[in-house]
């Protein structure tokens, strides 16, 4: 349709290349109603009579219940609504549509409304896998595992207190998507090809219509920069990485030597050989997919970094990036909280593993400190007690008073005080005393939990009002319609 000055048409591959309409079904539903809003606009401002509007809008209107013929030879959803329309509707008022805009400021707009949608669907889906994580860690503030760095054991620590870790970072990504929802939620429709119009249009109208914030107000800026989809990308790309690593810590904790969870079946794979097996192929896929994620906005970066100012249309290619990643994060979010409500705690195997080494060693140490000792000569001594105690394979308050003697020599400590305190320092009464803001004692996980509660509840208004004023524009729109075209 758009070949005017061009005299051949397209061959069939030329045409497959060229097309983006396989990828534009995912905003059909946006461009219609950007154009509903643009028809309007052009009535309102009278550049379009009502006549000419109605027919438009009915066209529109129809075209929303049927199913595209992605064969039918255009080159994209845009070109595609124009020619059903301008059949509906007669060339008289059909072709009158595109008037002062272009497809550089639609597909833009298009990709914003889609965008927008999908951030208030993960912000969701975010706040709902926060809240198993809270749950969970409810049910496990008496859990006690070993915390690790370095994949070693490090400190004793209750698993409620890993669950809120990660229920923290989730937070920070909820933040993040919510914070560049801001300027996502920008329109860019009437911005024309690059250089706007000579049409007296009302660009912030259209905006209000469709549930903007406000517009892009630079032509060039509206209708050439993608840094809104890659600062979308890029934090999807961060959330995926915190999901990846949950993942590999589920992967690592479901294997027999760890066994401190279990997957619910249906979150396993079983092997075509081995009878056994019940495979974390899951969360496998989550590390796996999170590398699709991470590439699609390499693919992104890299896609806009050598484009010359205004549209090209090397930018038709992000789109399927966009999408892939917008369904990736959807999905993986879902399982994740679906796991979490499923997942079985293998409270025993936690404990057993925390006893297993010395963890007390730094507890130790510090009950050392209150009765003043400088805290490195208590980390000598209560390092020397375990070497003594690894060596004769035993735990540490089974230590004699004659294996504590050489080191409290060495240390000029007290032994009796020594032998009093590994005597009365256990994991439990480690946890009992770990009382710093935000540590792994017994204590904090109440006000932690209760805390994040709290903070979920607010989240929920914020992200509902959000998605609430959307949904109001567009009822408004949708009622404009109606009136107009009855
Ligand atoms: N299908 C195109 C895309 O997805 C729409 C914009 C085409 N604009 C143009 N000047 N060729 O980016």
């Known amino acids: 349709m758009y070949r005017s000055r061009l005299g051949t048409d397209l061959s069939d591959i030329t045409l497959d290349y060229v097309s983006s309409i396989n990828d534009d079904s995912q905003i059909a539903l946006y461009d219609l109603l950007g154009s509903q809003a643009h028809t309007i606009m052009l009535y309102e401002n009278t550049i379009i009579t009502k006549n000419d509007a109605k027919k438009i809008l009915s066209a529109l209107e129809s075209l929303k219940k049927e199913k595209f013929n992605t064969s039918s030879g255009a080159e994209d959803i845009h070109e595609l609504i124009e020619t059903l329309v301008i059949k509906k509707a007669g060339m008289a008022s059909g072709g009158k549509m595109h008037t002062a805009r272009s497809r550089n400021d639609q597909v833009t707009l298009d990709i914003r409304m889609k965008i927008r949608d999908d951030i208030n669907i993960i912000c969701n889906c975010l706040l709902d896998t926060i809240e198993a994580l809270v749950s969970l860690a409810k049910n496990h503030q008496k859990t006690i595992m070993p915390l690790y760095t370095h994949l070693q054991q490090a400190q004793a620590g209750l698993f409620s207190h890993y669950l809120l870790a990660q229920a923290d970072v989730l937070f920070r990504d909820f933040d993040r998507l919510y914070a560049a929802f801001s300027h996502v939620n920008q329109s860019p429709l009437g911005a024309g090809p690059v250089g706007g119009t000579s049409i007296a249009i009302d660009r ?7 549930g903007f914030d406000g517009i892009i107000e630079n032509s060039l800026d509206a209708t050439s920069t993608r840094d809104f989809v890659a600062e979308y990308v890029a934090m999807i790309a961060i959330l995926m990485t915190n999901l990846s690593r949950i993942s590999e810590d589920f992967v690592i904790w479901s294997t027999s030597e760890f066994s401190f969870i279990e997957l619910a079946d249906e979150f396993t794979s079983p092997s075509s050989v081995m009878p056994q097996k019940k495979n974390p192929d899951i969360l496998e896929l989550t590390r796996g997919k999170t590398a699709e994620v991470i590439g699609n906005l390499t693919a992104i970066l890299t896609t806009i970094k050598g484009l010359a100012s205004g549209y090209g249309r090397d930018l038709q290619q992000i789109k399927s990036s966009i999408w892939s990643t917008s369904k990736i994060s959807i999905s993986a979010l879902l399982i994740l909280k679906s796991i979490l409500l499923t997942l079985h705690v293998n409270e025993k195997e936690m404990k057993k593993a925390a006893e297993s080494s010395y963890l007390i060693a730094l507890d130790i140490a510090e009950k050392l400190v209150q009765n003043g000792i ?30 504590i003697s050489k080191i409290a020599q060495e240390t000029k400590t007290n032994p009796k005080l020594i032998m009093e305190i590994i005597q009365s320092t256990t994991i439990t009464s480690s946890l009992k005393d770990r009382k710093s803001f935000g540590s792994s004692g017994y204590d904090e996980q109440k006000r932690m939990i209760e805390d994040r509660m709290e903070k979920i509840n607010n989240y929920r208004i914020n992200a509902t009002k959000r998605d609430n004023d959307i949904s109001k524009a567009l009822d408004n729109l949708s009622n404009k319609i109606t009136e107009l075209i009855k």
């Open 204 to 210: 912030h109208s259209t905006a209000k219509m469709l």
């Open 374 to 403: 400088p805290f490195r000569t208590t980390h000598k001594i209560a390092g020397g007690l375990v070497q003594i105690a690894h060596q004769s394979n035993k735990s540490m308050n089974k230590l004699s008073m004659k294996e």
